[in-house]
Every structure is written in structure tokens, then in C-alpha cells.
């Protein structure tokens, strides 16, 4: 049976993502008691009658217990049949922060004596351990709920291929890192598209700006570069890790991160497991780029 435990930070989609899996024919639990773990993957292993093939979870910071024990947890959830995978959510603190203003909600780690962002210090260090053994993480800091989904969906989809998903994401350095990054190239070296006014308004999407990026040949030598060295550590990864997220990063992450992601989405095209591409500051009102 294919099971998936959804955890991470309160506030960062865990619903959302619970609920894109339903849609994908999980029966799914939400926040399940971490006790009550053991006893429902040996219910999920015996009665499989009238129930789906697949199943999911959502765990987050109250369920102490079962963090405690991430290892012992999951081994027996793997002994009693089920494949399991973990998927988890992060975002920055402003984004959380921001996001219990709006709803009003209460954070499940604050008190009288706790507050909202001792509640987020506090909730990761907890679910720290969980992290380190997730299959995939998502940052959605800058991701609508509509991306989310899309992204469960294309984990659940690539489940089933061989070899290590690879998730090349542009960014724009003056919005922040992506803290689900395994990898970061700054890729600021080349000549900026920005300072011409007529590329300004256009993307790295855009055929212009491409042709304007390729004139000398450091992009294209910048892109193979990149693949090269990816090309050579990515089959260390492929019996250990599903997903392989690389950041490319320039200032505003309109053109050349953009023109980068594209190139080596071509670059590995050949490849036997997925390639996907996420452009997170795509067309965000910027300065420089």
C-alpha cells in the first residue's frame, strides 16, 4: 500500500496538500493522533477490502510522541507492508506570521506565555527530525494554493518512475532564498538583460532576451557547466532521494535564472526520471533583474 505522511510547519498548506491527495483517490486522515500510527498501518495492511490502495496522513508539531520516535515509526509502518513516503511543508517565518494574522487562527504551540514566533522557533526544531527524512520538500512561501496541488500531484505521479526526480526552480536573490533548495547557483555572472531598455519588460521566456543572453557564449558555457556537474553526482542520489531541487538565482529572477531553468530543463531532457521547472518570481513587480 502506498502510504504518505504530510507534516511541517503550521500555516505552510498541510490541508491543502491533504486534500490534493484525496482528489487523488487517498483515504486520508487529518492530524491522526501519533499513537494511534502502529494500529493503522496494521488495520491498513489486514483490511484492504473497500478501501483504496493508497492512504495519507497529516502529523504536525502536537503529535510530540510520534517525533520522538521517527525512526522506530516509520520502520514499522514499512514492515507492515506500507511504502512510505513523507512529504513537508515549509515556509519563512513572515510568510506564518502574516498568514495567522489574516485568519485570526491560533498557532497550536502558543499560550499565554508563548508567542507566535516562539511558537514557529520552537515548532521547527520539533519537526526537525521528520524533515530530514521527508522525501519531498515544498517551500510555499511565494506558492498559491492551486501550485501546491499541482505539486502533490506531480509527486504522487512520479512515484511510480525510476530515478530521482530533478525540480529546477529560478528565483530572484532580492525575494529570498528557497528554503527547499539542495542546490544554489548564482547565476548573476551573466550580463544583465535589464539594463537594455527594450528586454526590460520581457522575460527569459522570451526569445529576444534568450538571443540577447547567447550572443557571447557564457550562458550556454554557464548551462553546461551546470548540467555537467549535475550529470555527475545526480546517480549518488538516485538510490536515496526522489525529488533533487536546484535553485538558480539572479537579482529580481525575471530573465537570466528564468533563461538557466529553461536550458537545463533541455539539458536533461534525456533523462529517464522527471524533470520539472518552477519559476517562483516570474513576472513580480522588480528592480533589477
Known amino acids: 500500500m502506498d502510504f504518505i505522511i504530510v507534516s511541517g510547519m503550521s500555516g505552510s498548506g498541510k490541508s491543502i496538500a491533504l486534500h490534493a491527495l484525496e482528489d487523488l483517490g487517498y483515504y486520508c486522515i487529518d492530524n491522526l493522533p ?3 500510527l502502529p494500529q493503522l498501518s496494521d488495520y491498513l495492511g489486514q483490511n484492504t477490502e473497500g478501501l483504496s490502495d493508497r492512504a495519507a496522513v497529516s502529523i504536525d508539531s502536537r503529535n510530540r510522541q510520534f517525533l520522538q520516535a521517527v525512526p522506530s515509526s ?3 509502518l514499512r514492515n507492515a507492508g506500507l511504502a512510505v513516503r513523507i512529504i513537508f511543508l515549509i ?4 510568510t506564518l506570521v502574516r498568514r495567522y494574522s489574516e485568519t485570526r ?3 497550536p504551540l502558543t499560550n499565554d506565555t508563548t508567542t507566535l514566533i516562539d511558537g514557529i522557533i ?8 521528520l524533515e530530514q527524512d521527508a522525501d519531498r520538500r515544498i517551500d510555499t512561501t511565494s506558492t498559491s494554493p492551486y501550485e501546491l496541488r499541482a505539486m502533490i500531484r506531480q509527486f504522487v505521479s512520479g512515484q511510480n518512475q525510476s530515478g530521482t526526480t530533478l525540480v529546477f526552480k529560478s528565483f530572484g536573490f532580492k525575494h529570498g532564498t528557497p528554503s527547499d533548495a539542495d542546490y544554489i547557483f548564482d547565476v548573476r555572472c551573466l550580463t544583465n538583460p ?3 531598455t527594450e528586454l526590460r519588460d520581457m522575460t527569459g521566456l522570451d526569445n529576444t532576451v534568450i538571443d540577447f543572453l547567447e550572443t557571447d557564449g557564457t550562458a550556454r558555457e554557464l548551462v553546461n557547466q551546470i548540467g555537467g556537474f549535475l550529470d555527475h553526482w545526480l546517480p549518488h542520489y538516485d538510490e536515496s532521494r526522489s525529488y533533487l531541487t536546484v ?3 539572479c537579482t529580481g529572477g525575471q530573465h537570466r535564472s528564468v533563461y538557466v531553468a529553461q536550458r537545463l530543463v533541455e539539458y536533461f531532457q534525456y533523462r529517464d526520471a522527471p524533470v520539472q521547472v518552477a519559476h517562483r518570481d516570474l513576472n513580480m513587480n522588480s528592480l533589477p533583474t
Open 74 to 76: 516509520l520502520g514499522h
Open 247 to 249: 535553485a538558480l538565482g
Open 105 to 107: 487562527r491560533r498557532h
Open 34 to 36: 501519533a499513537v494511534l
Open 194 to 196: 535589464y539594463w537594455e
Open 122 to 129: 520552537e515548532e521547527r526544531r520539533l519537526l526537525s527530525p
Open 91 to 94: 515556509s519563512d517565518d513572515e
